[in-house]
């Protein structure tokens, strides 16, 4: 284990840690209140295979035309949510998160 971190060098180690650091603190709970209309939807299309033109789950608007623009993500969250659980979709959250802090580590190293 040793042998692993002489070979890093501490601007690796001042990544890794700091990828840590983003993963934790972007772990913490889902900051989105429409996130169970995002559910709710990503089940509807998977159900009847369709993408919602109206609202179909909103008291004030229900039935009128709506366009669905984060469909793909809603049906990822809801395989996510339904097949793991609700800590699935912080751990996703947190993991896209963490994968962008580090591409952005990676093209400011590159263009350094």
Do not use: C
Not at 73 to 82: A, D, K, R
Request: aromatic share 18%.
């Amino acid at each position: 284990m040793r042998r692993i971190f002489k070979s890093l060098k501490r601007s690796h180690l001042l990544i890794l840690y700091l990828l840590g650091a983003i993963f934790i603190i972007a772990s913490k709970r889902i900051e989105d209140y429409d996130i169970w209309y995002h559910l709710r939807t990503g089940e509807y299309i998977i159900k009847y295979w369709s993408i919602p033109h109206k609202d179909l789950f909103s008291h004030t608007a229900q039935g009128h035309p709506w366009i669905t623009h984060e469909w793909l993500s809603q049906v990822i969250f809801h395989l996510f949510y339904h097949n793991l659980g609700l800590l699935s979709l912080i751990f996703l959250k947190a993991s896209i998160v963490t994968l962008i802090f580090y591409l952005l580590f990676k093209i400011v190293y590159k263009f350094n």
